[in-house]
């Protein structure tokens, strides 16, 4: 039984991210973790400090959100396919440090967030806790949905990629199984601002092939754009579903200058943006 983890914030958003994730696994036997991760000032679960003025709050807070939980979760059994299960989890903690509590806990196939929150702008496409989410947590799959966003089977998935590193098996095994499991393909897009592939990119581009083997896909270029304006060109004109992508961590140094890929996409995107982690080596 897979395991899913579903952060609400009870925005509509985040309802339209929990539908169209029960609908992509409506046919197989999913376990869903409703968590929602909420704040009472001075009170955090990671705190040694406990400000015994602020228990009652702690507590009141606690079953308020708990109730609320508990409502979308019978409401939620009632529509969902016979095999889905739901349990529910709060935490007194911000988003990312829940998450990464209740990756202790267990091992999620995937993290499905809506891309904006119930306080969000709505000239701000992703809202800080998907972004943090997508940036932080490195140990699982996380699908970013916007809010429109209605679950179709995905025909179309771009994959994202620059050959600069070689991919494993591991990291492609998420994306594989689901166009395996929707019969997708998947159009692996490069786009250099200069042109041109390396030598050392062509042989990743060759690896990248051979993982691919089993599943439909073919590879596609474009040159002199910047990477968001082009994914969301050529997955626009061609009506793809998803966008995948590999995220990569980098050095201090690199943060500093190079804002992550998504950020950028955020303005950009209109489908649902899957970011698949690639394991960090640690070094000697």
């Given at each position: 039984?897979?395991?899913?983890?579903?952060?609400?914030?009870?925005?509509?958003?985040?309802?339209?991210?929990?539908?169209?994730?029960?609908?992509?696994?409506r046919?197989?036997?999913?376990?869903?973790?409703?968590?929602?991760?909420?704040?009472?000032?001075?009170?955090?679960?990671?705190?040694?400090l406990?400000?015994?003025?602020?228990?009652?709050?702690?507590?009141?807070?606690?079953?308020?959100v708990?109730?609320?939980?508990e409502?979308?979760?019978?409401?939620?059994?009632?529509?969902?396919?016979?095999?889905?299960?739901?349990?529910?989890?709060?935490?007194?903690?911000?988003?990312?440090?829940?998450?990464?509590?209740?990756?202790?806990?267990?091992?999620?196939?995937?993290?499905?967030?809506?891309?904006?929150?119930?306080?969000?702008?709505?000239?701000?496409?992703?809202?800080?806790?998907?972004?943090?989410?997508m940036?932080?947590?490195?140990?699982?799959?996380?699908?970013?949905?916007?809010?429109?966003?209605?679950?179709?089977?995905?025909?179309?998935?771009?994959?994202?990629?620059?050959?600069?590193?070689?991919?494993?098996?591991?990291?492609?095994?998420?994306?594989?199984?689901?166009?395996?499991?929707?019969?997708?393909?998947?159009?692996?897009?490069?786009?250099?601002e200069?042109?041109?592939?390396?030598?050392?990119?062509?042989?990743?581009?060759?690896?990248?092939?051979?993982?691919?083997?089993?599943?439909?896909?073919?590879?596609?270029?474009?040159?002199?754009?910047?990477?968001?304006?082009?994914?969301?060109?050529?997955?626009?004109?061609?009506?793809?579903?998803?966008?995948?992508?590999?995220?990569?961590?980098?050095?201090?140094?690199?943060?500093?200058?190079?804002?992550?890929?998504?950020?950028?996409?955020?303005?950009?995107?209109?489908?649902?943006?899957?970011?698949?982690?690639?394991?960090?080596?640690?070094?000697?």
């Open positions: 039984m897979k395991n899913i983890l579903l952060p609400t914030d009870f925005s509509q958003n985040s309802f339209n991210a929990i539908s169209y994730t029960i609908d992509m696994f046919d197989e036997k999913v376990k869903f973790t409703l968590l929602h991760a909420y704040k009472v000032f001075e009170y955090y679960e990671k705190s040694m406990a400000a015994q003025p602020g228990q009652q709050s702690l507590e009141k807070a606690k079953k308020e708990e109730d609320e939980l409502e979308l979760k019978e409401s939620l059994q009632e529509e969902a396919g016979k095999e889905h299960q739901f349990k529910t989890t709060t935490h007194n903690l911000l988003l990312v440090d829940a998450i990464k509590k209740e990756l202790k806990k267990q091992k999620p196939y995937l993290i499905s967030i809506g891309t904006q929150g119930r306080t969000g702008a709505k000239e701000v496409v992703y809202g800080s806790n998907t972004l943090n989410v940036e932080e947590i490195e140990k699982c799959p996380i699908l970013a949905i916007p809010a429109h966003a209605g679950f179709k089977p995905p025909k179309e998935i771009v994959l994202a990629n620059s050959f600069k590193i070689e991919l494993t098996s591991v990291d492609l095994e998420f994306l594989v199984g689901l166009a395996r499991k929707f019969g997708s393909a998947i159009r692996i897009l490069h786009i250099s200069e042109g041109g592939l390396n030598q050392y990119q062509h042989y990743n581009r060759k690896q990248l092939q051979e993982k691919l083997a089993e599943v439909k896909h073919s590879f596609h270029y474009l040159e002199y754009l910047s990477v968001p304006m082009g994914i969301y060109s050529f997955s626009e004109s061609r009506g793809s579903d998803i966008i995948a992508f590999v995220n990569k961590k980098h050095s201090l140094i690199e943060n500093m200058l190079l804002n992550p890929l998504y950020r950028n996409l955020a303005h950009f995107s209109k489908v649902p943006v899957l970011v698949l982690h690639h394991p960090q080596i640690k070094k000697n």
